[in-house]
């Protein structure tokens, strides 16, 4: 019922850009965060950037400066414009949306990005 779609992923060089998109789509409870996190080959999954319905933005230290994280909230639809890109930033990035209600979240099925040397 609920489906969230990731697009924008692909493969650049480092140094290169990439904007990614998020839609949240279907009957939802009313969002409240949504943001990116990613997992590389080996690793855990971990937090790349948040935000709130507000527009409050939460950014991991290592992608501070370099990626902005935005959000349209009458498309249900998060952004993260991805600069400056180093190859130990490839990994299958996913969006996460979190309703009002803490337990209730939905991942996306993930697109990868790939950064060559």
């Known amino acids: 019922q609920v489906q969230v779609v990731e697009s924008g992923g692909g493969l650049v060089q480092a140094g290169g850009s990439l904007r990614l998109s998020c839609a949240a789509s279907?009957?939802?409870?009313?969002?409240?965060?949504m943001g990116w996190y990613r997992q590389a080959p080996g690793k855990q999954r971990e937090l790349v950037a948040t935000?709130?319905?507000?527009?409050?933005?939460n950014y991991a230290d290592s992608v501070k400066g370099r990626f902005t994280i935005s959000r349209d909230n009458a498309k249900k639809t998060v952004y993260l414009q991805m600069n400056s890109l180093k190859p130990e930033e490839t990994a299958v990035y996913y969006c996460?949306?979190?309703?009002?209600?803490?337990?209730?979240?939905?991942w996306g099925q993930g697109t990868q990005v790939t950064v060559s040397s």
């Open positions: 996460n949306v979190r309703t009002v209600v803490v337990t209730v979240f939905y």
């Open positions: 279907g009957t939802i409870l009313s969002i409240e965060v």
């Open positions: 935000i709130t319905s507000g527009g409050t933005p």
